[in-house]
Every structure is written in C-alpha cells, then in structure tokens.
C-alpha cells in the first residue's frame, strides 16, 4: 500500500460521493429514485448502459482470456458488440414505450395479473444477485490486494459504498457514477492499448507477426481454449440473447424521455463498446509478450490480473494504482446499478404493485425502495463472504443465461405474437429459469474432478459450462406450449383488443384509449 494508491482510490470515491450528494438533492419522488425522472439524454444513458455492461469481467477477465489463450479470448467480446444490435433493432423501442420501472411493469401491460409480475420479479431478483456475488467478490480480492486489508473487510466496504449510492441518490446518482466509470474505462483501456501499440511501432502485422513468432500460431486462431464446438456457440448464444434479458440493462430504458432517446442510447453504447473490446487485443497481446504467460498465471491462475500487470510494467506504480483504481470504480459502478434492480423489484413490484396493490404514496414508494436497497445489499453482502474461496466468475455467464432463457422469450412473445397469453408468459418465465440453474447445478462449473477447479469434486453430469443452447429453446417452447394448450381459457376478444392496443403503444409510445378519450 502506497501514497499513490490511496490517493486516486480516495479520489474516485470522492468524486462519486459528491455526485451522489448532488443527486439526493433531486431525488425526491419514485420516478427520480427509480428512473431518474426519464431526464437522461441518449449520449448520458448511452455512457451510463456502457458502464453497466462493461463489468470488472469484461475488463480484466477478457484482456486476462487473450492473454492466456489468444484469440479465443477476443472471440466472445464479439458477442458482447453483438448483442446491442439485438438490444437496437427488437427491444429498445417497445420497452420504453410499455415499461414505466421495472421489465415486470412491462409484462403487465399486457397481462395485469400479480403471477407475471410475482415470477418476473424472481428472476430479476435471482439474477441480480448473481451478478453480484461475483462483482462483490472481485472488489474484496482487488482491495485486499492493494490494501492488505482482510476479505471480508473489503466486501464490506465496497457494500456500504455501493449501498450509500443507492439510498440517497437513487438512479441519478447511479447513473453518473456509471457515467464517469464508463469514461475512465475508456481512457484506461486507451492509455495501455496506445502504450502497447508504441511497442510494436503502431504495426498490427509487427504485433501478430511477434506473438506468432516468440508464442506460436496456435494464439492467433481459434480452439486452443474452447476445444468444443457446441460448448462455443451455447456461451456465444448467452451472451448475444442474454443481454437483452438482463433486468439492469432493461430498466435503463425507463430513464430516457421517448423511445428516439432509447435507440440513441444503444446506439453510444454500440460504439463505446466496440471501441472498448477492439483495444482489449492490445491489453492481451501486450500482457502476454512483455509480462509473460507463467508470470500472469503465477499472479492470477485466470488471467485477470493481466491488465493491471501490463499497467506496471508499462507505467510503473502510478499507472498500476491508476488502473487498479478503475477497477474499482468499474466494480462499484455495476453493483450500484445491481442495487438499484433488485431494490426496484423487492419494493415496487412485490411490496408496492402485488402486496399493495399500488396504493402507495410517493413518500412510501421512496421509504420502500430504500427499504429493498438494503434488503439486496445485505443478502448479497452476506453470500459474497462465503464465496471468497471460489471461483464465482461463471456466475455472471449463468446471469446472461437466465436472462436469455427466461426473459427474452416472455418479453418477445409479449411485443410479437398475438395469441400469447399469461399462461405462457408465466410457463417461459419458470421453466427458462428452473432450466439454467438445475442444468448449471449439473455442469461442470460446479463439479469437476480436479479438486479445486469447481466447487465440488466429481464428474459433471452435464457437460455443457453454460447450458443456453438448451436452455434458451426451452424458454421458447414452453413459452408457445404453456400458450396453445391454455387458448380456450382465454377470452379471445378481450385479448384480441389488449394485443392491438400493445402493438400501437410498443411501436408508438401512445396509448389507443388515451386517444379515444
């Protein structure tokens, strides 16, 4: 621990803190709390969903995955660009035009029954907490590291932090520390690619032609990692479809004005991100040439403490503690939002809309969410501490599984297909969730006969690391199954008219009785 360690860590915290305290001052109603008042501009919320998708897992683990297995580690970021084109082009527009807080709020715009909102609100609260386990114990390794400070202290800390966003500066603040995160990933992940390019004259053939030549070819093709085919495009399916699934990433559409400002937002995004994991080549391919492989594996068996490493060795401790200190922000960032999503789907959905029929005043709105902030913060914290002997970095793939198998296909059957119903919506919802974490309970990421490579010894009974590619048809067919089998329940007329009124709202933002009256 350094002078210059604590001096940009508490130079990050500060600067958030004060945002924070700008915030609580306009943070009044649930609107603000919830959704920032829907007062963000495409650019700020372009920015602000950038720093929610671009975790502490995308920062060090994808430079850390080029760096030990080359090209094999770039090929999933792909995915990660992907994805926004599917966020851009099918559900950016419709969710600002149906939702109001929450991915539930949108679902019942078309079915108004507490079950969709009940199940829809399991599996955002199941899928935060994921997130988060991960993130959580990712800052309590970092600042143990930098700090000498015990584990559990650092999973504190990093909890009350992430905690006092929330409470006091609701979305506002959430959405700037993302903001300023977002902006200081950026111009790290600049700084080290420029520096890394230097070093081969700002020739890519002279960067490729040096890995092939003092590492082999083998890093500059795929299959030296991800050896299974069906393995590769179940991983690639969950991280495509399984963004537009994410309840985090959905409720950032609430926090813009119109449906325009929500594709303006993807579209930042896009770019920001494909900047972003386009240099990540350079973070890798320069970690493993000038650190080494054996010293990054020494470090960090998975390779995420590449970037930091590569930071050193280029910059010394300044560039280290800076890069160190962004990682940080990058972690408390992500897990305010998390907060935030869980918060929204304890209070609102469950307390305020199925518990109490949405009668709360906006004062009691407010007390609630603050109430559902601690709540999540305090289970996470609590499971956080007990994971810091495992290897939880699979938790956030199986976050993007669930939220490909069992949001995706309820929110798409939603905007697109006349005859769903809530009988469907409810069957997609259960079976997409019960799937991945039965399937993911099975996999190897849980058992593996190697002691210490999973969580329990054995061999796995199915061989799949992320089950997408069986169970994000699941949702799907359960989804059209749990519809057809039911049709003859379902008043057709009044659902006829609900489904057209849906349609013109999704692809409009006006409602058709509004107008009519």
Known sequence: MNLVTIGFFLGIVGLTL????????????????????????????????????????????VSGAIALT???????????????????????????????????????????????????????????????????VGAGALIK????????????????????YVLFGGMTATSWVQIIKAALLLFGTTLLAFLVFSKFDFSLMKMFDTISAEHGDQFLVPGMKYTSSIDSVSMMMALVL?????????????TVKDAKTARASISWTT????????????????????????AIKLENAAG????????????GNILLSFICAVAFATILAVVSGLVLTGASAISHDIYGEILNDGKLTEKQQVMAA???????????????????????????????????SANLPVILYTIYWKKFNSNGAVAAIVTGLVSCLVLGAMGPNVWNPVEGAAIFVGEPLVKLSVPAIITIPLGFIA????????????????SKEIYQEIRVKANTGVSVSDVSH
């Open 145 to 164: 590291l930098l700090f000498g400070i015990d584990y559990w202290m650092a999973v504190l800390i990093v909890g009350v932090m992430m905690t006092t």
């Open 271 to 294: 770019w920001i991100t494909a900047i972003f994991f386009s240099l990540t080549i350079f973070l890798g391919f320069g970690a493993m040439n000038f650190v080494g492989i054996d």
């Open 70 to 136: 080359g090209f094999d580690g770039f090929f999933f970021s792909v995915g990660y660009v992907v994805a926004n084109l599917v966020l851009l082009y099918i559900i950016a527009e419709p969710m600002r035009n149906l939702g109001r807080y929450t991915l539930a709020d949108m679902l019942t715009a078309r079915f108004n029954e507490k079950r969709i909102r009940g199940v829809a609100a399991t599996g955002t609260i199941i899928i935060v907490i994921l997130y988060m386990i991960a993130q959580l």
């Open 370 to 404: 603050r109430i559902g902030s601690i709540s999540i913060a305090i289970v996470s914290i609590i499971l956080a501490l007990f994971a810091q002997s495992l290897n939880v970095s699979f938790l956030v793939s199986f976050a993007f599984c669930i939220g490909a």
């Open 479 to 494: 989804g059209y199954l749990g519809t057809v089998l039911t049709q003859h329940k379902v008043e057709s007329k009044k």
């Open 242 to 254: 399984g963004t537009s699934g994410l309840p985090h990433i959905l409720m950032r559409f609430f």
């Open 18 to 61: 004060i945002v924070t305290y700008i915030a609580a001052k306009r943070t009044s109603s649930a609107s603000d709390f919830y959704t920032a008042g829907g007062g963000l501009k495409g650019w700020q919320n372009g920015f602000a969903i950038a720093g929610d998708y671009l975790s502490a897992a995308a920062f060090l683990g």
């Open 304 to 315: 995420n403490t590449a970037a930091p490493l590569l930071a050193e060795f280029l910059g």
